[in-house]
């Protein structure tokens, strides 16, 4: 029973096409979150959303739009994708806040190759 | 602002040996977490001390936290070749966790 899960895991394209991860998680939180973590292993926050409402945008270039159908998932979706955008994205979920004591779940990350 | 950052970069140790981690953050927390990276794999929570602690036990694991120092260490006492991953701490804030680059531990047979 996978709690938080990302497709693909695997993405290879070339610069200036739009692709979307995905990501879903049946653990009943009602916090998402996009991480990206670069070759050095820095894990950045992207975007944190509760109850599918926007919280956390840090400062992501508006190429990477993300949308949250309903609690339970949360997609990336980037245009005009750039070889700086190469890096592991990870999907991740809490019940409420980190602030209050709410351990994330992460998934296990998609691979964005860009050529 | 970097709500955790870990020292060492890298630690190497055999199979058997105590391996500690240091992180330090910058502000005012409400709790400090701990995560374990297994190569190509999420980030796993091992273990949360609040503000109000100063040190917790989780089998292996021992955190202390410094609140006056802005510092937390983690150590895992008789390590395993499993234990071999990259360890990351972070504060407990709004709506978000901030890591660093993690210490990545190496356990040798």
């Known amino acids: 029973d996978t709690a938080v899960s990302q497709t693909p895991k695997y993405l290879v394209t070339q610069m200036g096409n739009d692709k979307s991860i995905k990501c879903e998680q049946n653990l009943g939180h009602d916090t998402m979150y996009w991480y990206k973590q670069d070759s050095k292993k820095f894990l950045k926050i992207m975007f944190s959303?509760?109850?599918?409402?926007?919280?956390i945008n840090e400062t992501v270039p508006n190429r990477f739009s993300p949308k949250s159908p309903d609690k339970a998932h949360l997609n990336l979706h980037i245009n005009s994708l750039e070889l700086g955008d190469s890096a592991v994205y990870f999907c991740a979920s809490s019940l409420g806040q980190p602030f209050y004591n709410s351990p994330l779940h992460f998934g296990n990350g998609t691979r964005l190759t860009v050529t | 602002s970097q709500q955790g950052e870990e020292d060492p970069q890298a630690l190497s140790i055999q199979e058997g040996e105590n391996a500690t981690m240091n992180c330090s953050y910058k502000?005012?927390?409400?709790?400090l977490q701990w995560y374990r990276q297994n190569s190509g794999r999420g980030l796993v929570h091992l273990i949360l001390?609040?503000?109000?602690?100063r040190e917790k036990h989780s089998g292996r694991l021992r955190v202390t936290l410094d609140t006056s120092k802005k510092s937390s260490s983690l150590l895992i006492t008789a390590s395993r070749a499993a234990d071999t991953a990259s360890y990351f701490c972070s504060g407990g804030s709004n709506y978000k966790l901030t890591f660093g680059k993690g210490t990545l531990l190496t356990v040798n047979p």
């Open positions: 502000t005012s927390i409400n709790n």
């Open positions: 001390i609040r503000s109000n602690e």
């Open positions: 959303y509760n109850n599918k409402e926007l919280i």
